[in-house]
């Protein structure tokens, strides 16, 4: 396929598009118009209107929700272990895009007695991220993390934790949060917020202490959210530490947005796991460039 194209990486909640013109990305967007947010449009309708900017066609690459039960056209899932040059091939055409030639990336998929999960999106961004930075562990923040250990360039096995969704579910949803009002960021709450998740295994106990620390006056009530997610962050990393042990020496690679990232660094640094970092968007650049360029039309 040419260097010319539209990549779009299309999820639950946003929408960023880039567009590449013989190799150089010369313009990009952003919606909220997100699977979920919608409304009352159909994927078609949201995709011509935001392709309206750009008057000349050119082939698009999709990745994400958009290719789920929710989005444009459900993708089969690969099934896991699934190497990844294999996702470029297994692409699925969207009918109908005119005047748009349209393809979507599919997911991948665990199966067994011991783990269920999915992924879409992230499998785009790992490729991207493998060919920069390989590495037997990757570590993907976000508002629903994945863990995801490699044996070369097959991906063998993935976990996903809720952290993110966890956090604002209780901050905004659960009587921890109710009646403390602005937030404010908090640099001493969240490392102390840390330390209690990365050492203390009980994790449910903490949640309502939460509340009770802020009541009692000894968490202030700006501090909760950063409090808490120290907290969830840590429990998060120490449990997953236990579950993806790396070997003596190895460092993981950590793929997302720098601000979270950092916030993952520290709790990586407390509990002796080395890591490198790569930025999320940088990551699924690349990696759908790779997928672009494998693809036939």
């Known amino acids: 396929m040419s260097d010319s194209f539209i990549a779009i990486d299309w999820g639950s909640t946003n929408l960023r598009a880039w567009r590449y013109e013989q190799g150089a990305c010369v313009d990009s967007l952003q919606s909220e118009a997100g699977v979920t947010r919608l409304g009352g449009r159909t994927p078609q ?17 999709m990745a994400g929700m958009i290719g789920s039960n929710a989005g444009w056209l459900q993708v089969p899932y690969l099934p896991c272990p699934t190497r990844l040059p294999e996702v470029a091939r297994r692409l699925t ?31 785009t961004q790992l490729i991207g991220a493998y060919a920069e930075r390989p590495a037997a562990l990757y570590v993907m923040p976000g508002t629903h993390s994945k863990w995801v250990r490699m044996e070369g360039d097959a991906l063998v096995d993935f976990r996903t ?15 921890i949060g109710a009646g403390l009002g602005a937030q ?41 959210s950063d409090w808490l997610s120290g907290l969830l962050i840590g429990s998060e ?55 672009v360029h494998e693809l036939e039309y």
């Open 161 to 175: 934790l809720m952290t993110g969704e966890l956090h604002h579910l209780l901050l905004h949803q659960s009587l």
């Open 237 to 291: 990393v120490a449990q997953m530490q236990r579950q993806y042990p790396l070997p003596a020496g190895a460092e993981l690679t950590l793929i997302g947005n720098p601000r979270l990232g950092e916030r993952y660094a520290q709790a990586m640094n407390k509990v002796g796991i080395r890591h490198r970092f790569l930025d999320g968007d940088r990551a699924f650049q690349s990696g759908i460039r790779s997928i």
């Open 93 to 123: 055409a969207v009918e109908p895009a005119l005047p748009y030639q349209a393809w979507i990336i599919p997911g991948i998929s665990v199966e067994r007695e011991d783990n269920c999960n999915v992924m879409r999106g992230e499998e």
């Open 45 to 61: 309708r949201v995709f011509s209107e935001l392709m309206a900017r750009w008057a000349e066609p050119l082939p698009v690459v």
């Open 184 to 224: 404010q960021a908090d640099a001493r709450a969240f490392s102390r917020g840390l330390e209690a998740g990365v050492n203390d295994g009980h994790l449910v106990q903490r949640l309502f202490e939460t509340r009770a620390a802020h009541l009692l006056g000894r968490l202030e009530k700006s501090a909760v």
